[in-house]
């Protein structure tokens, strides 16, 4: 057996030491890189259902519907996330659902895409390329006082308006997106659709038209959003489509804005589109005002009147809304809602609840809808 000498056995412990702490800054290194190249995701959602109550002449309709006909938000569960990539510089993404509570079907299926794009996003600003959410569908909204209410008239309204329609008209297909960074409160947009494959079109077997532009949209728009002043200006059109006889494209504009006094906020919007995808080449136009009243704490009151006409004889439709919501907590909100509005002779608008079941309004006939229900974010 051989023994160590007391200097070669310190010799000996002091080399196993420096090795212990390589080891340990390999692996903390490894651990670092390992975290560092993860992606951090969020998944969040809405659940919102309420009941419908509909009237025009004597057809009704009474029962529960999802908040995407009748309520505050459409249900959705969606998945975010980005990951750092040095430099500042970071990957996004965005994968989002639709969900129908109250039936589980129809909308209720990982096919029924709200969003699903990816992109990169740094000191320029971002760019998306996939599905993704249109200036007017994001932008338009904080104008109305409650535009998200899909039983507010002015929803009912903008459904007519192919360019600006803030439904599932908002969300672009096939697109390239880019948002600036917040300059002093102005961001502006821009963004670009390849071939949305609208299934009103003729496609071939690849959803593309005659020509590489056939259908495609693009939209520009700016936005002021600092303290209590909210203000934007909105441009989209639709380029000319060979597969839709007569089809010169669609041109609209919006501008709106809101301001908050504490004691009420007030909201005003102008739309405007030249319809040229029909032989009358129509010209549309739709205009609001609201307030958004706090009456407690909690709870706000919100009125609204508006109009929509084109230039045709006797084609137009005037309305109103008022509603409250009540915030349980910053996730939790019940609402209740009442509008109303009339068309004359040549305009047959209906409720998008009603329209949801079925219901058809006769031209010239008025109706009336209310709704209940309950919205809560996650």
């Not at 090795?19 to 659940?47: D, P």
């Not at 659902?97 to 709200?114: M, V, Y």
């Not at 502006?188 to 005659?210: E, K, L, T």
């Not at 068309?343 to 079941?357: K, Q, Y």
Request: charged fraction near 20%.
């Amino acid at each position: 057996m051989t023994v160590l000498s007391h200097d070669k056995a310190r010799s000996i412990k002091s080399w196993l030491h420096r090795q212990k702490k390589i080891i340990a800054l390999a692996v903390a290194g490894l651990v670092s890189g390992a975290a560092f190249a993860q992606t951090n995701v969020t998944i969040y959602g809405v659940a919102d259902i309420g009941y419908n109550y509909a009237k025009r002449g004597d057809n009704k309709y009474s029962g529960l519907q999802d908040g995407g006909d009748v309520g505050l938000q459409g249900s959705r569960i969606g998945f975010r996330g980005e990951e750092a990539l040095g430099n500042g510089l970071k990957a996004i993404f965005t994968v989002e659902f639709g969900l129908n509570l109250g039936a589980g079907e129809g909308t209720a299926n990982w096919s029924n895409t709200r969003q699903s794009y990816v992109g990169l996003a740094g000191n320029f600003g971002s760019v998306k390329f996939g599905r993704q959410y249109a200036p007017s569908g994001e932008w338009l909204g904080a104008t109305s006082s409650n535009s998200i209410t899909s039983v507010n008239f002015s929803n009912y309204f903008i459904g007519n308006f192919a360019t600006l329609n803030t439904g599932n008209g908002s969300r672009w297909n096939n697109s390239i997106g880019y948002e600036s960074p917040n300059f002093s409160g102005f961001t502006f947009r821009g963004i670009y659709s390849f071939h949305p494959n609208d299934a009103s079109n003729v496609r071939d077997s690849y959803g593309y038209g005659d020509a590489t532009t056939d259908g495609s949209r693009y939209a520009l728009a700016a936005r002021y959003a600092n303290g209590p002043v909210y203000l934007t200006a909105i441009y989209q059109a639709i380029l000319t489509d060979d597969a839709i006889p007569n089809d010169d494209g669609n041109k609209a504009w919006a501008v709106g804005g809101s301001y908050d006094f504490k004691v009420v906020k007030v909201f005003a919007n102008y739309i405007r589109e030249k319809d040229k995808r029909t032989i009358n080449d129509l010209k549309k136009t739709l205009f609001s005002l609201g307030v958004a009243v706090p009456v407690t704490s909690v709870g706000t009151m919100k009125v609204e009147l508006g109009q929509y006409k084109t230039d045709l004889k006797e084609t137009k439709s005037r309305g109103g809304s008022i509603g409250y919501e009540h915030a349980f907590s910053k996730r939790t909100t019940a609402y209740t809602y009442v509008t109303r509005f009339s068309n004359d002779d040549n305009t047959g608008l209906v409720n998008r609840g009603a329209a949801s079941v079925g219901i058809v309004t006769t031209a010239g006939e008025s109706q009336t809808g209310f709704a209940i229900g309950l919205n809560h974010k996650f």
